[in-house]
């Protein structure tokens, strides 16, 4: 059964940092591109980052770039995101997803692209 369990949410105030990790089971890991997407009350989910299999393409959203850093550490199974100068606007439930991709060097923009989804966790910026 595939899991995708996020953790690191919380409460932090404007300009403040967190670190959200997703640890994968039931699945190859090396076989999938992984995601962070997010969901704002009232508004669409959004894509957030996305890298590649072998980690060497990644892409962000406009909105998080120069801010946010997507990483994934092979021998753990996890995927993080590194969240600094956190704004209220950022302020979500952020969910982690996995798609099963034959590619290896290609990261994904798009929710339609992934498989698997975790339950998410709540960020919570404040003024």
């Known amino acids: 059964q595939v899991q995708l369990v996020e953790s690191g949410g919380g409460l932090v105030q404007a300009g403040g940092s967190l670190r959200l990790s997703c640890a994968a089971s039931?699945?190859?890991?090396?076989?999938?591109?992984m995601g962070w997407f997010r969901q704002a009350p009232g508004k669409e989910r959004e894509f957030v980052a996305g890298?590649?299999?072998?980690?060497?393409?990644?892409n962000y959203a406009d909105s998080v770039k120069g801010r946010f850093t997507i990483s994934r550490v092979k021998a753990k199974n996890t995927v993080s995101l590194q969240m600094n100068s956190l704004n209220p606007e950022d302020t979500a439930v952020y969910y982690c997803?996995?798609?099963?991709?034959?590619?290896?060097?290609?990261?994904?923009?798009?929710?339609?692209?992934?498989?698997?989804w975790g339950q998410g966790t709540q960020v919570t910026v404040s003024s």
């Open positions: 997803a996995a798609s099963p991709t034959f590619y290896s060097g290609i990261s994904y923009r798009r929710a339609g692209e992934y498989n698997y």
């Open positions: 039931g699945l190859p890991f090396s076989s999938y591109a």
């Open positions: 890298i590649s299999r072998s980690g060497g393409s990644i």
